[in-house]
């Protein structure tokens, strides 16, 4: 039976941990000597960028023990930061002793934006373009033929009055099924498609048409209940409780919060091919959306003393086009998650998210953020240090035994090791 509950999974080699992973996802040879080689290829890399000298290289790691909707999953995950793929490996342990992490998600409704200037009255044109919201869709529909083939396009004309430091512009937003694109290529061409037309039947300037990364209608809900035996036990539950609610009331801790979840959700984008900084942007504004910056997950605990969680944020994500197709590393790691559209990848990025969070706090209640980070951390100074092999091992036991993780330190131990001082 395949499982993402594996043991030991960190103990294990490279290639012990690669063997599995390939017939977790069925990798042929080829994508396995792809992911040791770890190149994307000058050839390939020339084409997705300006101006290219070269490839930029993070780690790739998976993240075990994934029980999403029921469903075991491999989680793929690029990032620099020591701890967070082992983190997201406990926690999803921790959240699969409740049954596992459960998540939906709303349709792939991207905005697209046309910004409408120098009208002399805003209000009237605003009921211009509803009147002739028929024809805004058709002629937005015909731009992505293939989009409406599958069952995406328009579907709502939406327009507003704004005030500004230069006056009034009116602004419509068009409501777009994308289907398993991210959408920002598809929405702006029809924003473009529709500016003339809306300038015609109001008499105005249209200016910018863009897509807005607030996908506000695409969005992701997760929730996940722990037992407090897998958490460490009520005072654990407790802590973790008020650790949200010190993060809901304030900014400052709040920004700290989400960015734990963002360690989640942006190692998997980056593994995949997605557009990290729209999903950055968007998760921030979503956290801000009442005119106050707060949490964007919700930690509660429940009459049996348990502990319950709940995330929801934007998620605007796709498997077709762009860096997803081009890359042949997303590729591989869209293999290695299995998953089949667009909605269900931004459902396991959230789910990453939540569990990310949950470890977080937890490390930060029960044992303080540092202990794991830092043991990690010294293995970066280490190998910074110039260790190499069993080397890295003992600098690192060294330094945590001196409770000292700093370059100078790393150097002086290996330094001993060599017997060169």
């Known amino acids: 039976m395949r499982t993402s509950r594996i043991s030991g999974f960190y103990r294990l080699g490279v290639s012990e941990r690669l063997s599995i992973v390939k017939d977790f996802a069925g990798l042929t040879d080829e994508e396995v000597n792809l992911l040791q080689t770890s190149k994307m290829g000058l050839l390939i890399a020339d084409k997705m960028i300006e101006n290219v000298i070269g490839t930029f290289e993070l780690p790739l790691g998976i993240a075990t023990n994934f029980l999403i909707n029921g469903k075991d999953y491999l989680i793929p995950m690029a990032i620099e930061e020591p701890s967070v793929v082992a983190a997201a490996s406990n926690a999803a342990r921790m959240c699969r002793e409740g049954g596992g992490l459960f998540a939906v998600s709303t349709d792939p409704l991207m905005i697209a934006q046309i910004q409408l200037v120098g009208v002399t009255s805003p209000h009237t044109a605003v009921m211009k373009i509803l009147q002739h919201k028929d024809e805004i869709v058709r002629i937005a529909n015909e731009k992505d033929p293939l989009l409406i083939s599958l069952g995406g396009g328009v579907r709502d004309v939406e327009v507003r009055v704004i005030q500004t430091p230069v006056g009034p512009m009116v602004i419509t937003h068009l409501i777009v099924d994308v289907r398993d694109a991210m959408g920002a290529n598809v929405v702006n061409t029809m924003a473009e498609a529709v500016g003339p037309y809306i300038e015609k039947i109001t ?24 037992p407090k035996e897998a958490v460490g036990g009520p005072e654990v539950v407790d802590g973790i409780v008020y650790a949200w609610a010190f993060a809901a009331s304030d900014p400052y801790r709040a920004a700290t919060h989400n960015k734990g979840i963002m360690n989640g959700v942006i190692a998997v984008a980056l593994a995949t091919g997605q557009d990290t900084r729209a999903l950055e942007a968007g998760a921030h504004a979503y956290a801000a959306r009442s005119g106050r910056y707060t949490t964007l997950s919700t ?23 762009g860096a997803t197709r081009v890359n042949p590393l997303a590729k591989i790691s869209l293999k290695i998650l299995g998953v089949k559209t667009a909605r269900e990848l931004a459902e396991v990025m959230g789910a990453v998210g939540l569990a990310q969070n949950l470890a977080a706090l937890r490390a930060l209640v029960a044992e303080g953020i540092q202990r794991g980070h830092m043991k990690l951390h010294a293995r970066q100074i280490a190998i910074a240090a110039g260790a190499h092999g069993e080397e890295v091992d003992k600098v690192v036991a060294e330094m945590l035994k001196e409770g000292i993780i700093r370059i100078d330190k790393a150097k002086e131990i290996l330094s001993r090791l060599r017997g060169t001082t």
């Open 299 to 321: 930690w509660e605990k429940d009459e049996n003393g348990d502990l319950v969680g709940y995330l929801e944020m934007p998620m605007a994500v796709g498997i077709v086009g």
């Open 203 to 226: 008499g105005g300037k249209v200016l910018l048409r863009i897509v807005s990364n607030l996908a506000d209608r695409r969005l992701v809900r997760v929730w996940t209940r722990v």
